[in-house]
């Protein structure tokens, strides 16, 4: 079975440009996350949905994030402008709530890199 | 709010060395309890999981068991390889919140041959 699809695997541009982000959820996962990781900072939570509906943005930085999930098969991340201190590693997750407390799939990562 | 501890790193070991990480956490209902492993250049994958108190998860010669009495859900591996080498991180869900994981620091793990 595949699992979570994230791209591209790595993007590397210049501070000031759009940077779009792409996650593809197992099949029939009902909830997705986003999280970005850093030396400094660990992992970190920013947005999740739930049946393609964010539940909890607490952890977006600035508004200069935004995510969407325009149907079941498809997430995005977006950074507009970029900066510097946005360079880091974003993964994508997916899960199935059920019956019980199930695990996150996590994708493979975007090394992201703003120079 | 929940929250997840452990040791810091990195672990430094030789192989066939016995391995434990320890992790304690706080929470406000009955979290599930994970491990995950992140290999270089790679997401994290699921190690392994207990759901409720006295359950002991087990996957690739690692087990942990969870202890609602001491919060704890410490990992260990009795002969580690160099294949091991990696970093761990301990992490909580409550299914109240929708599944959404509580992560310790990670713990880097490098064994030497």
């Known amino acids: 079975d595949a699992g979570v699809i994230q791209s591209p695997r790595h993007e590397v541009t210049e501070m000031g440009q759009e940077v779009t982000l792409r996650c593809k959820p197992i099949?029939?996962?009902?909830?997705l996350f986003w999280y970005r990781q850093t030396m400094m900072r660990g992992l970190e939570l920013l947005i999740y949905?739930?049946?393609?509906?964010?539940?909890?943005d607490s952890g977006m930085p600035e508004d200069r994030f935004s995510a969407k999930m325009p149907n079941a098969s498809f997430s995005t991340l977006k950074i507009q402008p970029s900066e510097p201190r946005d360079s880091a590693v974003y993964f994508c997750?997916?899960?199935?709530?059920?019956?019980?407390?199930?695990?996150?799939?996590f994708g493979d990562g975007t090394r992201l890199s703003i120079l | 709010g929940d929250s997840v501890t452990q040791m810091e790193g990195p672990v430094t070991l030789s192989e066939e060395a016995f391995l434990t990480i320890n992790c304690t956490y706080t929470?406000?209902?009955?979290?599930?309890l994970f491990w995950y492993v992140q290999y270089p250049g790679e997401g994290l994958q699921l190690l392994l999981k207990?759901?409720?108190?006295?359950d002991k998860g087990s996957n690739k010669g690692f087990e942990a068991t969870y202890r609602k009495e001491t919060t704890s859900f410490h990992l260990e591996k009795g002969s580690v390889q160099v294949s091991d080498s990696a970093v761990y991180f301990c992490?909580?869900?409550?299914?109240?919140?929708?599944?959404?994981?509580?992560f310790g620091g990670g713990t880097r793990v490098l064994v030497k041959p």
């Open positions: 997750a997916s899960s199935l709530l059920g019956l019980g407390n199930q695990p996150q799939h």
């Open positions: 929470a406000t209902g009955y979290p599930s």
């Open positions: 992490a909580l869900s409550e299914r109240a919140a929708g599944n959404k994981l509580t």
């Open positions: 207990a759901t409720k108190a006295d």
């Open positions: 949905f739930n049946n393609n509906v964010p539940i909890d």
């Open positions: 099949s029939g996962h009902d909830y």
